[in-house]
C-alpha cells in the first residue's frame, strides 16, 4: 500500500482544494504555488508514487488523466493559446509529494523549455 499523502488527504476531502475539475477517476485543483497564470495537477484516484510506477503498474490511469486534461484544457480554452504538462519523478527532479501528478501550465507565454 502506498503512503498516505497531501493528494490523499484531498482525494477524500479531508484536506480542501480549489477542483477545477472532477470524474469518477481523476482530480484536478489549482496549485497552491503557482508557476503560471494557470496551474493545475492533475492526480489519479488510485496512488502510485510516480510516472514511471503508474505506467509499469497501471497504464490505463496515464491514458485516464491525458484525458481529463484534454477535457479541461477543451472546456477552459486552454487548448486555443497552449499549454505545457510537466511530471516530476523523485526528489532530483522536485518531486515533493510522493503520488503521481501532471503539472498543467498556461494562461500566458510560456518561457522556452527545450525544442
Known amino acids: 500500500m502506498s503512503e498516505e499523502t497531501i493528494f490523499s488527504k484531498i482525494i477524500r476531502g479531508d484536506i480542501p482544494s480549489d477542483k477545477v475539475y472532477e470524474d469518477d477517476k481523476v482530480l484536478a485543483f489549482n496549485d ?13 484516484k488510485t496512488t502510485t508514487k510516480h510516472v514511471n510506477q503508474m505506467v509499469q503498474e497501471h497504464p490505463q490511469q496515464l491514458v485516464d488523466i491525458y484525458q481529463a486534461i484534454a ?20 526528489k532530483d527532479a522536485g518531486q515533493t509529494v510522493f503520488h503521481t501528478h501532471m503539472h498543467v501550465l498556461g494562461g500566458e507565454r510560456l518561457g522556452t523549455f527545450g525544442s
Do not use: C, W
Open 32 to 44: 497552491i504555488s503557482p508557476m503560471a497564470k494557470v496551474h493545475v495537477l492533475f492526480i489519479h
Open 71 to 90: 477535457k479541461y484544457t477543451q472546456e477552459s480554452g486552454l487548448d486555443k493559446s497552449g499549454f505545457r504538462v510537466v511530471t516530476n519523478m523523485n
